[in-house]
């Protein structure tokens, strides 16, 4: 159909690809998402893929895939422009960077490019800190900790490990990270936990401040008893080749570092004119998830800024929000389309604080349910790690539909059994 209603939808996170998925077989709208990998991971596993305990080539979605299953158009390519005026995006693509820009055509917009780390400036972080804010990056960590890893079963060395930010990546990094070397240690170097030398690094007085006070501290003494170093109240001033300065004037000596603090949106946001932009950088949307000042761009998640009427405080940014926002705007846009087309007015989306839950690897975890999710209450150890997996699995059931996300578990679980717990490949 020619008078098709053109989305487009940039970024293949959470939000994106379950919008993307949701729309595709949309008769009224011709779907393309656009997202510069060409697979798709559940952000929240970052972590495990860094430290090597799980593979990424088992748990990844391919867009070429999932658009052909689901009625939707997969464009790979990176976002440097949206022209407003033209109703157009600029895309770079990869294989072809010495071609001009691709440029797409939009009727409605959907960002959901979530976001990055922020070094707040700190000299030295962009040169000698990793991050682990998509799949490549988390990929090149793991194969830097491979090359010190060997070295280290080779010649006995230490490998010394620095993460800055005790938000839930770094203290699920830092937990997953301790249980690989735990692991390795069986192949043949048992005293290999005893030469890693690893250090978790926050500037505020407390570990996951997010969380109650209760689980801060429990999360601390776990990681203590694992040989972690827990430095709280400690700002990192710069970091060079072999580690970080401090502003008290000490250091943390690291052969790998990792910056996993702060919170920013992309910076082709601030590229994009005339939109109203929060101090993070995520573009301000009201209740209707449309931006302030364009009805035709809509953002989600990590990149967007929405004030939630009930609390007054914002929404956070984090899977649960990006899919609570995307199952909400996937209806709202099928009865726009056939109401008034995509200019027709979207009902208000509501976030609903289901908890939050931070996994140690197999050592340890908290839950805490929102009022939504059982009235509320607490979860600990096993209960709060099976239910940091059964979010995983509640995504991948609404990627895939039961069928096929049945099988994908059946084959998690097969794979699990016969590849070894932990690769240096």
Request: charged share 20%; hydrophobic share 45%; aromatic share 6%.
């Amino acid at each position: 159909m020619a008078d098709r209603v053109r989305i487009v939808v940039v970024g293949g996170g959470v939000a994106g690809l379950e919008v993307a998925t949701g729309l595709g077989r949309e008769s009224r709208a011709a779907v393309t998402l656009v997202d510069r990998g060409l697979s798709h991971v559940w952000k929240p596993m970052l972590h495990t893929f860094a430290a090597g305990t799980a593979r990424p080539d088992r748990q990844t979605v391919d867009f070429f895939a999932q658009a052909k299953r689901n009625g939707f158009h997969f464009q790979p390519g990176t976002l440097t422009a949206v022209d407003r005026a033209a109703k157009t995006i600029s895309l770079v693509v990869e294989e072809a960077e010495s071609r001009p820009p691709l440029t797409l055509p939009y009727d409605l917009l959907v960002l959901a490019i979530g976001s990055r780390a922020n070094d707040f400036g700190t000299p030295g972080v962009e040169e000698h800190c990793s991050t682990i804010d998509d799949l490549p990056e988390a990929e090149d960590f793991h194969a830097a900790l491979r090359r010190h890893l060997l070295r280290s079963f080779r010649g006995g060395d230490e490998l010394s490990v620095a993460i800055v930010g005790g938000g839930a990546t770094g203290v699920e990094l830092a937990a997953e990270l301790q249980h690989a070397i735990d692991l390795l240690a069986r192949y043949g170097s048992p005293d290999l936990p005893r030469r890693l030398r690893l250090s978790l690094i926050e500037s505020g007085p407390r570990l996951l401040p997010a969380f109650p006070e209760r689980v801060s501290a429990a999360a601390a003494k776990t990681l203590a008893g694992l040989g972690v170093e827990v430095m709280t109240g400690t700002m990192v001033t710069a970091a060079d080749e072999t580690g970080f300065a401090l502003k008290d004037g000490g250091r943390v000596e690291a052969t790998l570092k990792v910056w996993a603090a702060g919170v920013k949106a992309p910076d082709v946001l601030s590229r994009i004119d005339g939109l109203e932009r929060a101090r993070t950088g995520g573009l301000v949307v009201g209740s209707d998830l449309r931006t302030t000042r364009d009805p035709a761009i809509l953002a989600l998640g990590d990149c967007a800024s929405l004030t939630d009427p009930a609390t007054a405080r914002p929404v956070p940014a984090t899977a649960q929000a990006a899919h609570q926002q995307a199952q909400h705007l996937v209806p709202a846009l099928r009865r726009a389309l056939t109401e008034g087309g995509v200019a027709a007015t979207l009902p208000p989306f509501h976030y609903r604080e289901r908890g939050a839950i931070v996994s140690l690897a197999d050592f340890n975890g908290w839950g805490t349910l929102g009022r939504y999710t059982f009235g509320g209450g607490r979860l600990n150890g096993l209960f709060a790690r099976l239910a940091h997996d059964l979010l995983y699995r509640q995504h991948q059931l609404g990627l895939f539909g039961p069928g096929l996300a049945l099988a994908t578990w059946a084959a998690d679980e097969l794979d699990r059994r016969v590849s070894p717990p932990v690769r240096l490949d």
